[in-house]
C-alpha cells in the first residue's frame, strides 16, 4: 500500500479539509436518506490538471467532491490545493486515487467522487468548465421549487478561447456574448 506522507502540521490540515487517500477498489454509494437539500459539485481529474481547479474552487459556493489521479512522485501538487481549500466556508473533500496501470480509470474517479456526495443533489463537472458566478445559488434557488425538486436539471455550457470569466448572470448577456463570438 502507498501512503501520503506528511509531517505533524500537514496532517492537522489534511484532516481538516478531508483528504482520503483512496486505493483502487470497488466503491460503494452511500446511503440517501434524509439528506439536506444542496448541491455538491463533483469532478475527477489527473493531478497534471490540478490547476483548472482554480477557477472552480472561486466560482462555486456549494459543497465540491474532487477525485483527484496521482503518483506519490507528485503529491507535492497538492500544498496548493490544501491553501487554496483553507479560503473556503464550504466543505471540499478531495480522494486520492493513486496511479495504477497506464490507463486513466474514468468511471472509477467519478464514483469515487460521488461517493462522498452528502447532499440531496449532485453537479457533475468537467474539470474544464467553470460554474458562473452565482450559479450555485441560482440552481439551489430552483431546487426549491417543487416542481423542480426532482427534476434533472440541464445546465447550458458555453465554450470560450479566454480562461478570464465572462459575466453570463442573464440570458442577455449570454446573447451579448454570442454575438460577439466571446462565446460559443
Given at each position: 500500500h502507498k501512503r501520503l506522507r506528511v509531517d505533524a502540521a500537514d496532517a492537522a490540515r489534511l484532516d481538516s479539509v478531508g483528504i482520503l487517500c483512496e486505493k483502487a477498489a470497488n466503491p460503494q454509494p452511500h446511503a440517501r436518506a434524509a439528506l439536506?437539500?444542496?448541491i455538491t459539485a463533483?469532478?475527477?481529474l489527473s493531478v497534471d490538471r490540478i490547476s483548472l481547479l482554480q477557477g472552480i474552487l472561486r466560482a462555486w459556493q456549494g459543497p465540491i467532491s474532487?477525485?483527484?489521479?496521482?503518483?506519490?512522485?507528485?503529491l507535492g501538487k497538492l500544498d496548493w490545493l490544501l491553501d487554496n481549500i483553507d479560503d473556503r466556508t464550504?466543505?471540499?473533500?478531495?480522494?486520492?486515487?493513486?496511479?495504477?496501470g497506464p490507463f486513466y480509470p474514468v468511471n472509477?474517479?467519478?464514483?469515487?467522487?460521488?461517493?462522498?456526495?452528502?447532499?440531496?443533489?449532485?453537479?457533475?463537472?468537467?474539470?474544464?468548465?467553470?460554474?458562473?458566478?452565482?450559479?450555485?445559488?441560482?440552481?439551489?434557488?430552483?431546487?426549491?421549487?417543487?416542481?423542480?425538486?426532482?427534476?434533472a436539471i440541464i445546465v447550458p455550457a458555453f465554450e470560450t478561447d479566454s480562461y478570464s470569466?465572462?459575466?453570463?448572470?442573464?440570458?442577455?448577456?449570454?446573447?451579448?456574448?454570442?454575438?460577439?463570438?466571446?462565446?460559443?
Open positions: 439536506a437539500l444542496d463533483v469532478l475527477h474532487v477525485a483527484i489521479y496521482a503518483s506519490d512522485d507528485y464550504s466543505p471540499v473533500a478531495v480522494h486520492i486515487v493513486f496511479v495504477e472509477f474517479m467519478r464514483n469515487v467522487a460521488l461517493r462522498a456526495v452528502q447532499t440531496s443533489h449532485a453537479i457533475m463537472l468537467d474539470v474544464d468548465l467553470v460554474p458562473s458566478l452565482g450559479s450555485y445559488k441560482a440552481l439551489l434557488q430552483l431546487l426549491r421549487v417543487p416542481r423542480y425538486a426532482a427534476s470569466t465572462i459575466k453570463l448572470d442573464e440570458k442577455e448577456d449570454a446573447v451579448h456574448a454570442w454575438r460577439a463570438e466571446q462565446i460559443r
